[in-house]
């Protein structure tokens, strides 16, 4: 197994420029989780999605940030125009709800990518 | 509202001696338990998760965490240290209504030779 796949690994851009992360979930999981790591506020949760639908953005910091899952092998997340304040480490995640009432699952976490706003 | 504390946010401990974690959380209903261990420059690794029935449960690398309702922790532990063991490890509780996971501050460990 694969597991998450992210790309890129690190992205260095310009204040003002539009950033694209990537994200490929575990094949046959059907929930997708991105996460945002910083050394003032920990790991946070963006925004996660259930069979490629959004279920909770709230969040997402901004209007400058948003996040598409066309189909079940893809996600992005996407900044723009992007600002030094959201240098951080992105993380995706994937899980496999199975029917029922409660949620007993387990999210597997990609390697992340590092992300430096000049 | 659901809270994850880890108290300590850096130890030490000698290589070969035993470790303790601490991890407290606030949830109202059943809580879904996990550790993940992340190594420099590396995403998150599922050590080990508690989902019901018994309250110690075994994970990778020799680690073990016991849920203890009356306290509200799930400390994980380890009882001889190995220098590979060396990282940041977060605790996490996952809402059974959402599956959202809400994370520590983390604890990073140092082990000494």
């Known amino acids: 197994d694969a597991g998450v796949i992210q790309s890129p690994r690190h992205e260095v851009t310009e204040m003002g420029q539009e950033v694209t992360l990537r994200c490929k979930p575990i094949?046959?999981?059907?929930?997708l989780f991105w996460y945002r790591q910083t050394m003032m506020r920990g790991l946070e949760l963006l925004i996660y999605?259930?069979?490629?639908?959004?279920?909770?953005d709230s969040g997402m910091p901004e209007d400058r940030f948003s996040a598409k899952m066309p189909n079940a092998s893809f996600s992005t997340l996407k900044i723009q125009p992007s600002e030094p304040r959201d240098s951080a480490v992105y993380f995706c995640?994937?899980?496999?709800?199975?029917?029922?009432?409660?949620?007993?699952?387990?999210?597997?976490f990609g390697p992340g990518t590092r992300l430096l706003v000049l | 509202a659901q809270s994850v504390t880890q108290p300590d946010i850096h130890i030490t401990v000698s290589e070969g001696a035993s470790l303790e974690l601490r991890c407290n959380y606030s949830?109202?209903?059943?809580?879904?338990l996990f550790w993940y261990v992340q190594s420099p420059g590396q995403g998150l690794q599922l050590l080990l998760k508690?989902?019901?029935?018994?309250?110690l449960v075994q994970g990778i690398k020799g680690f073990e965490a016991e849920f203890k309702r009356s306290q509200s922790s799930f400390n994980l532990r380890k009882p001889s240290v190995h220098w590979s063991d060396a990282a940041e490890y977060f605790c996490?509780?996952?809402?059974?209504?959402?599956?959202?996971?809400?994370f520590g501050q983390g604890t990073t460990l140092q082990v000494k030779p």
């Open positions: 999605f259930n069979n490629n639908v959004p279920i909770d």
């Open positions: 995640a994937s899980s496999f709800l199975a029917r029922g009432l409660a949620r007993k699952e387990t999210q597997y």
């Open positions: 949830y109202g209903a059943t809580p879904y």
């Open positions: 996490a509780v996952g809402s059974s209504n959402t599956g959202k996971l809400i």
């Open positions: 508690y989902f019901s029935g018994d309250t």
């Open positions: 094949s046959g999981h059907n929930s």
